[in-house]
């Protein structure tokens, strides 16, 4: 928690991050990182923060990013993951219901996606 010493003016900042301390885009540009968005500067913002959780999550204890990625949950509990059977539980057995045609869709496009761009990614930069 945080706790005022002294009266807080209107517009006046209470924390200041540096931005060199933030995980975002620009800074994923300078980091060993930089060939592959310059070979693959289409991608989303999503996508690159993805690359760079999982270089720096490759360096292990190596990382400055390190103590950040152990707060992370591990598992998720999230219906792109369910088994049929379980969407079914879920869903009351019904196979047109909205959950379960959303996910489906979802699950297709992130698929696609990764076999268009990450394959090509990985292949060219392992």
């Known amino acids: 928690g945080m706790m005022a010493t002294g009266d807080i003016l209107r517009g006046e900042p209470l924390v ?5 301390l933030i995980l975002s885009v620009e800074n994923a540009a300078r980091t060993e ?5 310059a070979a693959f500067p289409n991608l989303t913002s999503h996508q690159t923060l993805a690359l760079l959780l999982m270089q720096e ?4 204890v190596r990382s400055a990013w390190y ?4 707060t992370l949950p591990r598992s998720f509990d999230f219906s792109l993951w369910w088994s049929k059977e379980r969407m079914r539980a879920e869903t009351g057995g019904s196979g ?3 959950l379960a045609l959303r996910t489906e869709g979802t699950k297709r496009a992130l698929i696609h996606q990764y076999n268009k761009l990450f394959t090509l990614l ?3 930069f392992p």
């Open 67 to 70: 103590p950040y990625i152990c």
């Open 57 to 60: 999550s490759n360096k292990g």
């Open 33 to 37: 990182l930089a060939p592959v968005l």
């Open 122 to 124: 990985f292949l060219q």
């Open 96 to 98: 047109n219901n909205t």
């Open 16 to 20: 200041v991050v540096p931005n060199r």
